[in-house]
Nanobody
Framework: QVQLVESGGGLVQAGGSLRLSCAAS????????MGWFRQAPGKEREFVAA???????YYTDSVKGRFTVSRANAKNTVYLQMNSLKPEDTADYYC????????????????WGQGTQVIVSS
């Protein structure tokens, strides 16, 4: 069992930055790939970024060059640094622990956090 708790969301102006954190319970954190997804009102949950056990990172095209995913295994924490935020980044952001499969697909993740809200004003 893995429990995930996100934090760091909030209201920010366009062009600003936020850093999301996801704290994980369990001793197997370092052996699990982690992902970030987001869901805007009225839209489906979409892939944002992922980081493998070895630290390889993956991003959706719309956030490349602006977002950075990282992990601190000693702290059982994964981060999402978000820079140059745009109003279209407004969504609830979720971290998730992979159970195998493609990092880009919702179905590849077994455990999910409760989400943290990000609102980017124009």
């Amino acid at each position: 069992q893995v429990q995930l708790v996100e934090s760091g969301g909030g209201l920010v102006q366009a062009g600003g930055s936020l850093r999301l954190s996801c704290a994980a319970s369990g001793r197997t954190f370092s052996s699990v790939a982690m992902g970030w997804f987001r869901q805007a009102p009225g839209k489906e949950r979409e892939f944002v970024a992922a980081i493998s056990r070895s630290g390889t990172v993956y991003y959706t095209d719309s956030v490349k060059g602006r977002f950075t995913v990282s992990r601190a295994n000693a702290k059982n924490t994964v981060y999402l640094q978000m820079n140059s935020l745009k109003p279209e980044d407004t969504a609830d952001y979720y971290c998730a622990a992979s159970q195998g499969g493609s990092y880009y697909y919702y179905e590849s993740y077994r455990y999910w956090g409760q989400g943290t809200q990000v609102i980017v004003s124009s």
